[in-house]
């Protein structure tokens, strides 16, 4: 299966879509904010599929290391210095016009 993130990228659209459309993009950003990393993983491993079925297949211990990597992670690069975390994020807005 290809990855969806192939269409986070103007060079894969302009090739799916060729001269059947005109494809704008432009990079865009957004700061996630949360009430602390603590806060995120509580989010993402209960409500978001990919990580509650991650830390769903793996053992007790297993979870505890994972958790620990993702508060590294948050970590790294969270924008934040008050205990919360703001998380800088790049995506791609993209217009595609069909054309004629």
């Known amino acids: ?8 990228t103007k060079s894969h659209l302009d090739a799916l879509f060729g001269a059947r459309a005109t494809v704008a993009a432009e990079s865009k950003y957004f700061a996630f ?7 995120w993983i509580e989010l993402f491993c209960n409500y ?3 990580v509650l079925k991650a830390f769903a297949a793996i053992d007790p211990k297993a979870g505890k290391s994972l958790e620990t990597d993702l508060h590294a992670l948050l970590g790294e690069f969270n924008a934040a210095k008050d205990g919360t975390l703001v998380a800088p994020s790049e995506y791609l ?3 595609i016009t069909k054309t004629r």
Do not use: F, L, N, T
């Open 1 to 8: 299966m290809k990855s969806p993130a192939r269409w986070g």
């Open 48 to 50: 978001y599929g990919p």
């Open 33 to 39: 904010r949360y009430k602390s990393p603590e806060h």
């Open 93 to 95: 807005e993209v217009i």
